[in-house]
């Protein structure tokens, strides 16, 4: 991404600097690709404005991992598996192994393809498209899984004030579909609020997460020491006797909210100074995140009392809500802390719908998706992909419906963007760590760079790919031993079909449409 010297409040990119450089790999290649590239100089006119400062672009990658809100919403997960072990040192464990992934990643963020997936220019371009079919899809189940979580605090709610109200599948599903409209209407007609927005998201964010534990300092029953940090993993779910799986298995509810920090890059032509805002904005977001998850998992841990109690007791298995109304005992107040957590989730989702669409629009100016002379379209109306937001809500609400019909299938797909998203950060780093192990040149890096100096950077690098081989290794477990056919964790054989459905569209017309663009710096 060429980026601009001087910004004024709201600037266009001109059609110079859109284009992206195209290597001559054949004259059949070269006309499919130019087809696509005129859709795109053609139609991109609007959405790259430069209007979004530094501290919108901090407070949104800040806002879109909603870590602590999240691991609360899923806190009976961690209970069932590893229990408070899991919750207090999966938190600090997560937080730290996304952290170095986010120095990697940031390190790239501002140097695109060439400095990562370098390669022969076959080689560069497979698994550029490769990367891309699972960074994509992989945040579209992403926005499924926050609908989720804003349908089942929703629902557990209603079903603590009404305790005879049994939500149906077809009520939890147009639960989930009410919330997609507010980020699409968001999107379309309050574009120039995202900054007002962002700093509303990052506000409270932090100023909920205070009162959180305020809440259970002041008013809840603290356990001893031993209890928060002499507690071995157990499992309530199967996998007794077997501590180390329990811990891992628990830990990936706590891994999944760390994911999506990636976001901040998809908005970086909109963003102003971008190469040297983004990458700072990404480490950012993901320390403060991981500093605060893991205060809130260590005093909840302090007052979550007995954990099978706690389970029996919460509205619709919903632990989080149980723990508000234990410490409080009031459903007033209970509700209201509840719903601390699902505004901050909306936040993430609106963000979640203005970060996937440009994915999807980026993917499709360098003919990653299929059809993408027609996904690269942009609304010169509304200044936005609409196609390609078109396509998210298409997914999300199929999503939606699948859960009618399927509980297991749902969740298996909701399952996905942990291993997704994971495997989208870990390909670009391995490619780096290998180049530098064997002495070899990187590419031109952006301003951002982590010390060489002693090592450093291939350490910070190697921790990156063990901690996510590790998130790897346990995402596609099943979470409920015995494993039956209505328990049994699909993503990992959806993972596996979603990778040859890439190597498909390779093979069928990717290699002769897709290219990566060259990645230049003014500093």
């Not at 997936?117 to 990367?131: S, V, Y």
């Not at 059809?371 to 998210?392: A, E």
């Not at 870990?426 to 192990?437: D, E, S, V």
Request: proline share 6%; with cysteine; charged share 10%.
């Amino acid at each position: 991404m060429a980026v601009p010297e001087k910004h004024d409040d709201v600037q266009v990119a001109t059609e110079a600097e859109d284009k992206p450089q195209i290597h001559n790999v054949g004259s059949k290649e070269d006309s499919q690709r130019s087809d696509v590239e005129t859709a795109s100089t053609a139609s991109s006119g609007g959405l790259i404005e430069g209007y979004i400062s530094y501290l919108p672009i901090v407070q949104f990658g800040f806002a879109l991992l909603a870590t602590w809100e999240c691991i609360g919403i899923t806190l009976q997960q961690t209970l069932l598996n590893g229990g408070t072990a899991a919750l207090v040192y999966g938190t600090l464990f997560s937080g730290v192994g996304w952290c170095v992934v986010a120095l990697s990643i940031a390190e790239m963020a501002t140097a695109g393809p060439p400095a990562s997936l370098r390669g022969g220019p076959t080689a560069q371009r497979f698994w550029g498209l490769f990367q891309g079919w699972v960074t994509v899809f992989g945040w579209m189940t992403g926005a499924a899984a926050n609908l989720v979580y804003l349908a089942q605090g929703v629902l557990a709610i209603a079903v603590m004030w009404n305790p005879t109200f049994e939500p149906t599948a077809w009520q939890t599903a147009l639960v989930m579909c009410a919330f997609v409209v507010p980020p699409v209407v968001g999107n379309l007609w309050f574009r120039r609020l995202v900054a007002p927005m962002e700093h509303f998201g990052g506000v409270c964010h932090a100023v909920f997460w205070l009162a959180s534990l305020a809440v259970l300092g002041a008013l809840g029953t603290r356990g001893s020491h031993a209890s928060v940090w002499a507690t071995p993993p157990g499992s309530k779910a199967g996998w007794a006797g077997r501590p180390g799986v329990a811990f891992g298995v628990g830990t990936m509810p706590l891994a999944f909210p760390g994911t999506g920090f990636d976001g901040v890059i998809h908005l970086s032509k909109e963003t102003r100074d971008a190469s040297r805002t983004i990458p700072g904005a990404i480490v950012a977001a993901v320390v403060l995140n991981a500093l605060m998850a893991f205060v809130w998992a260590v005093v909840v841990a302090y007052y979550l009392g007995d954990a099978d109690a706690l389970l029996a007791e919460s509205p619709l298995d919903l632990a989080l809500l149980g723990l508000y109304l234990r410490a409080t005992g009031s459903k007033a107040a209970a509700t209201a802390l509840v719903l601390f957590h699902e505004l901050i989730l909306y936040v993430s989702l609106y963000n979640i719908y203005a970060s996937v669409a440009r994915l999807a629009w980026a993917f499709s100016e360098n003919g990653g998706l299929p059809c993408s002379g027609y996904f690269v379209h942009v609304s010169r109306r509304f200044h936005q992909p609409l196609r390609t937001l078109g396509l998210l809500v298409v997914v999300d609400v199929a999503l939606c419906m699948v859960s009618i019909g399927s509980t297991t299938a749902f969740n298996a797909m909701i399952s996905l963007p942990l291993l997704a998203i994971s495997l989208s950060y870990g390909m670009p780093i391995a490619f780096l760590l290998l180049r530098r192990l064997r002495g070899q040149p990187v590419g031109k890096l952006g301003p951002f760079r982590l010390p060489a100096r002693g090592g450093l950077v291939v350490v910070v690098n190697a921790l990156a790919v063990a901690f996510i081989l590790y998130v790897l290794s346990f995402a596609g477990l099943p979470t409920v031993m015995p494993v039956t056919k209505d328990n049994m964790n699909y993503a990992g054989p959806m993972m596996l079909g979603l990778m040859l459905l890439a190597v498909g569209d390779w093979c069928v017309s990717g290699r002769r449409r897709f290219w990566v663009p060259e990645v230049h710096f003014d500093s």
